[in-house]
């Protein structure tokens, strides 16, 4: 799961350090709350974003409907919170937006030995950037030719009924 705040940068342009850094710490108490009530992982936070993932170090089969009700209840938390962040600020927070897949995946501390913390994160985006400088700019235009197929399953069932009048 990947969960970033909207309008995050218009709200860093616009606000001091202090209240930037006091609105992150106020929703991420509350979305990581939120991710162990329903048993996920925390893995890191990266500027207004928050990367987490279920089913480790335990697998479970629930984990893809957890993921989803967790996001649920973010959304849910966080739409309550905004009147309260966004209170007194020159910019607001627009929202939070909620990324999720599900699949098999390698988690864990991944990486060179002598290269942690800011500098393993600065190396990865100097590299991003090297990377993107070298490629055309139509090279990632067609990408839906070279998504891998999927499925998908119901994570539960809805009843659809008439509405009378």
């Known amino acids: 799961m990947f969960a970033d705040l909207r309008g995050f940068t218009t709200f860093t342009e616009h606000n001091s350090p202090t209240a930037v850094v006091e609105t992150l710490n ?6 990581v709350e939120v991710l162990f009530e329903y048993k ?10 928050l990367i987490t993932f279920f089913g480790a170090p335990i697998n479970q089969e629930d984990d893809a409907l957890r ?9 849910r938390r966080f739409a309550k919170l905004q009147p ?6 020159t910019a607001p927070l ?4 909620i990324g999720l897949h599900s699949g098999e995946a390698v988690v864990g501390n991944i990486g060179s ?3 942690d913390g800011l500098h393993r994160d600065r190396g990865y985006r100097e590299h991003r950037s090297a990377l993107a400088r070298r490629s055309p700019p ?9 998504l891998p197929t999927c499925t998908s399953r119901p994570c539960s069932s809805v009843e659809y009924t008439d509405i009378a009048g």
């Open 113 to 115: 030995e002598t290269c």
């Open 26 to 31: 106020k929703v991420y108490n509350e979305l």
């Open 138 to 146: 139509w090279a990632d235009f067609d990408k839906r030719n070279h």
């Open 84 to 89: 309260i962040i966004n209170k007194g600020l």
């Open 94 to 97: 627009r929202g939070l937006g």
């Open 67 to 75: 993921a989803m009700e967790a996001a649920l209840e973010m959304q």
């Open 40 to 49: 996920g992982t925390y893995d890191k936070f990266v500027g207004d974003g």
